[in-house]
């Protein structure tokens, strides 16, 4: 049998470990799960020499393939990103548990007590890209919600994954918890996405975090639920009662900030009321920061280059925006309701009136009043860290942390109630 032959009973396996770690992980303490983590963050920290070196090979690996300057951002892990990694992980451990967590409470007049509490979902399938980091996110966020998880990272990232799942089974072993309630699937034969996407006898929910390409082939191949998350088509609308200066620094901050990450900004829409009154300079800040901005009508000023259809409703993660002037906040919302993702999209504006109308008006997953995009990160909301950023609307949207991964059960307690 060759090695492609063997990846259906290997992803076998690991989908029946997992689902009896998820067993154990339903019961584990709050101080089991806790110290798995605070101890994997020691390790991730006192291995971090060896986590960057891994990671030269696979930014190698990643030039090899010609991957995009944004893709090898993405992969490129150096001390301060490790820190973060650690940070993260110790967020998470310090964060409330919350299974078991009563969500709501009542009695019934026929005596009967219900109360609805947090549950584990079971096990959990994380497929992605690039990112090593998510590795330690997902790994910690699923542990904390009591949740087995099978890890399957992207080729370009297979070695940093390695070494940052090594310490996390360092954390699992010290906390008595099974090794197999954090498993990384150890091959890069695109067999065992397939396999995951087939598994409804061992994984209950999937979670796609990449780039279009790999959304679009779980959605469409993947016999297990999943959390959708889409493209990061986020836009930044200037109102006509914009501060120029905040609409300036939030804009240049939304697109520049890093690139590569699905909460850039990909277009600016400005109102024509606000360029009458306060000039082209949102767009020339742009320029002045090393942007290449895609303009259409009257915002192709010098130095921009013309915009073409398809640059609307484009995923650039590169120093690229496209711009176009509205006919304030309506036109705004039927530009972002046509070429949105419903990832998140902002308002810079002191109009309260207008603020509000864009709030209500549009149903992406975030939406953002004078902030940057970049704050679309389940970090920045208090979550420790993310699985991603869910754009579909049943059971979990927006950043997607520890609660987001849970269910619910009832119970109810009676004192020998019967119905009549």
Known sequence: MNDHDAIGPMMARIGADAREAATVLAMASSEAKALA????????????????????????YGAEKGLSPAMMDRLMLDEARIQGIVDGLRAVAAQEDPIGAVMEKWDRPNGLHIERVRTPIGVIGVI??????????????????????ILRGGSESFHSSRAIHACLEAGLVAAGLPKSAIQLVPTR??????????????IDVIVPR???????????????????????????????????EKACRV????????????????????????????????????????VEVRADGPLAIAGTTPAKPDDFGREFLDMII????????????????????????AIITENDTTANRFFHAL????????ASTQFADGSEF?????????????????????TQLTSFKYLVTGDGTVRS
Request: with cysteine; aromatic share 4%; glycine share 12%.
């Open 37 to 60: 983590l605070t101890t994997a963050a020691d390790a991730v920290w006192a291995q971090r020499d060896e986590i960057i070196a891994a990671n030269r090979d696979d930014m190698a």
């Open 128 to 149: 992605y890209e690039s990112r090593p980091n998510v590795t330690a996110d997902a790994g910690a966020l699923c542990l904390k919600s009591g949740n087995a998880v």
């Open 189 to 202: 034969d695109r067999a065992a996405v397939t396999a995951m996407l087939q598994a409804t006898d061992h």
């Open 210 to 244: 990449g780039g279009k390409g790999l959304v679009g082939l779980v959605q469409r191949e993947a016999r297990v639920p999943v959390f959708a998350h889409l493209e990061g088509i986020c836009h930044v609308y200037v109102d006509a009662d914009a501060d120029p």
């Open 251 to 290: 804009l240049v901050n939304a697109k520049t900030r890093r690139t590569g990450i699905c909460g850039a900004a990909e277009t600016v829409l400005v109102d024509a009321a606000f360029r009458a009154r306060h000039g082209d300079g949102v767009i020339q800040e742009l320029l002045n920061a090393g």
């Open 322 to 345: 496209a711009a176009k002037v509205v006919d304030g906040v309506q036109g705004a919302i039927a530009h972002i309701r046509a070429f949105g993702s419903n990832h998140t999209d």
């Open 363 to 370: 149903d992406s997953a975030i939406l953002m009043r004078n």
């Open 382 to 402: 208090g979550m420790g860290a993310e699985i991603g950023i869910a754009t579909g609307k049943l059971h979990a949207r927006g950043p997607v942390g520890a």
